[in-house]
């Protein structure tokens, strides 16, 4: 192993010498981007490792998010013009670090900031390792592109994408990042306004992990993304079976998301989300792929402090309520189930508008469901959306049979729940099926606020939810089909457990096991005091 102390003015040419072995070491400074690191393969024993051992070390473009915004809405528009959703996916690998035709690198205690469109780019990297790393603003903080990129552990990181306090969860409207003229009404009527060179903010139009085409084995855990427009979004594009594989993120905290905080795109398969924590997020998890095979959620929990942004123009109104589940129109037969169990959520949002998810299994789940004061302050917000709506594309499917979607076990508190809905259409929602108050310790029903954060989602001695839940039956591709992963019935429903006189704990769920791709083989050598 060789040592190199490296200083901003020495950093890329370290980089162009760097061999298997090598241990970079960057002294505290500026760095001004960009930066990369080509064509070196490293082994599972001899890796590249590019880390700080003392704060300071800050790589960045020094480009503050106001001084890059007019840039920004100028590319966005251009797609625009040419009938292309506006963005900056197209600049993707302008990146203030790249990583490109790589084997075997570890990225560990650096900072990168003031930096556009993206901080780290892995192109044709694998077995890749990025740790205890800090990302201050960015359209993308991690962006990781091509087939070949493969196993990509990312622990201990953090996010804030905006460092001006509200600015994207609570004082822009939605449609100033995301919306676009090109998406039009039933009659061809624009949803949106085009973009706006002088008042959008197109660059934040990003993802804490964006991939797009890569074979997957991406796992993100202990990581904190907040202030920011979306966190994890894997594209599939081609749709190829062997691509968007083997997503694992758990114990992580996501709060004021102003979109998405998972979103699988096309086809994906094996994507488990399971044991985070989730504050003011618009939306919980966009599921609209085509094809969506084994993907799991569970022992997550999920509240509200606050309202999201909207225009005041009610022409460009309508994203400020959210919703926790992001439902495709349309979509082929189930080619694996989506499980969605043991999550314990607090949402004055719809919880499942509309559209369908093909196989989907959600069972002893605890929602409870707060007035929905964004909108209409007498009103708890809707289960399935609105029943009644002539346009079955306007709610949630009633063909529960034919898609295979299951609902049993859940306690909701909302009084269409369940039987309501069942006269409604919704007859298949099975027969453990509560409504009732879960009694959250930590919460107030009557002010409908919250109490104590700490225990907000532990459950009162008297709970309906205690012991109630119903066996889980789990087929997961690793296991022979007679012989599931198998949940005996009597545990809590919902997120915590309080089996015993210990404190209460998370549900665990089964083992997470990759299909193809797991962790990297890099051996990591230790931080050196």
């Given at each position: ?33 960009p930066f990369?690191l080509?064509?070196?393969h490293?082994?599972?024993r001899a ?5 700080a051992?003392e704060?300071?070390a800050?790589i ?5 998010a106001?001084a ?17 959703y506006?963005?900056?996916y197209?600049?993707m ?14 990225i560990r205690?650096?900072t ?8 780290l780019l ?6 890749v ?6 990302f201050?603003d960015?359209?993308?903080a ?19 994408q ?6 994207i969860?609570?004082?822009?409207p939605?449609y100033?990042?995301h919306?676009t ?12 306004p085009?973009?706006?060179?002088d008042n959008?903010?197109?660059q934040?139009?990003?993802?804490f992990?964006r991939s797009?085409g890569?074979a997957?084995?991406v796992?993100i855990r202990h990581c904190?993304?907040s202030?920011?427009f979306?966190?994890?979004h894997?594209?599939n ?9 083997d997503?694992h993120v758990?114990?992580?905290?996501f709060?004021?998301?102003r979109d998405n ?12 989300f399971?044991?985070n924590h989730?504050?003011?997020c ?10 969506n095979a ?11 402090r606050s309202?999201q ?15 926790i589940?992001k ?6 037969m189930?080619?694996?189930?989506t499980?969605?169990f043991?999550?314990?959520?607090i949402?004055r949002s719809?919880?499942?508008r509309k559209?369908?998810i093909?196989?989907?299994i ?5 929602v ?5 004061r ?8 809707r289960?399935f959306?609105n ?11 009633t063909?529960?049979?034919r898609?295979?979607i ?7 508190d909302?009084?269409d729940?369940p ?7 919704y ?5 453990n099926a ?15 606020r919250i109490i ?6 532990h459950l009162?001695?008297?709970?309906p ?7 889980l039956?789990l087929?997961?591709p690793w296991?022979?089909d007679?012989?599931?992963?198998i949940?005996p019935?009597?545990?809590?429903v ?12 998370l549900?665990q769920?089964?083992?997470y ?9 890099t051996?990591v050598?230790p931080?050196?005091a």
């Open positions: 192993m060789r040592e190199v102390t490296v200083g901003p003015g020495t950093f890329q040419n370290a980089l162009d010498q760097a061999k298997p072995g090598d241990v970079l070491i960057l002294t505290p400074g500026r760095y001004k981007s990369g080509s064509r070196v490293g082994s599972a890796p590249v490792v590019i880390e051992r704060p300071g800050i960045t473009q020094e480009a503050p106001d890059y915004r007019r840039e920004a809405n100028t590319t966005a528009k251009g797609l625009e013009d040419r009938r292309r506006p963005g900056l197209e600049r690998e302008e990146a203030q670090l790249a990583v490109r035709d790589c084997r075997h690198v570890v205690n650096l990168f900031e003031e930096g556009w469109p993206t901080h892995l192109k044709m990297a694998r077995d390792t990025i740790q205890d790393c800090r201050l960015g359209t993308f991690i962006a990781a592109l091509e087939p070949q990129t493969k196993r990509i552990l990312i622990e201990g990181c953090r996010w804030v905006d460092r001006v306090t509200n600015r969860w609570g004082d822009t939605w100033r990042v919306g003229k090109l998406s039009v009404d039933e009659n061809g009527v624009p949803l949106y085009p973009v706006d060179i959008d903010w197109r934040f139009d990003g993802d992990f797009s890569i997957g084995g796992t904190a993304i202030d920011a979306n966190a994890i894997g594209f594009n081609g749709g190829r079976v062997d691509r968007n594989l997503f758990h114990d992580c905290t709060e004021r998301i905080v998972l979103e699988p795109e096309r086809r994906a398969a094996n994507w488990w399971h044991h989730l504050v003011d618009h939306k919980t998890c966009s599921l609209t792929t085509r094809h084994f993907c799991l959620i569970f022992s997550n929990t999920q509240h509200f309202i942004s909207d225009s005041d123009d009610p022409r460009w109104s309508g994203h400020r309520s959210g919703g589940f439902a495709p129109k349309k979509q082929t189930p080619s694996g189930p499980y969605v043991h999550n314990s959520l949402t719809d919880y499942l559209g369908l093909p196989g989907l959600h069972a002893n789940n605890v409870l469901h707060a007035t929905d964004a909108q209409t302050p007498s009103r708890k917000p289960v959306g029943p009644a709506n002539p346009q079955p594309t306007q709610r949630f499917t063909e529960w049979g898609y295979e299951v609902f049993d076990g859940d306690v909701q909302h009084p729940w039987g309501t809905l069942r006269t409604q259409g007859g298949d929602i099975g027969t509560l409504g009732a108050d879960p009694r959250f310790l930590g919460w107030d029903r009557a002010q409908e104590d954060e700490a225990t907000l989602f009162h001695t008297g709970s939810c205690r012991d109630r839940a119903i066996e039956e087929k997961l296991l022979d007679d012989d599931p992963w949940s019935a009597g545990a809590d919902g997120a915590y457990q309080h089996a015993g006189p210990g404190a209460p704990f549900f769920g089964p083992a096991q990759a299909t193809k791709w797991g962790l990297p083989t051996v050598p931080v050196v």
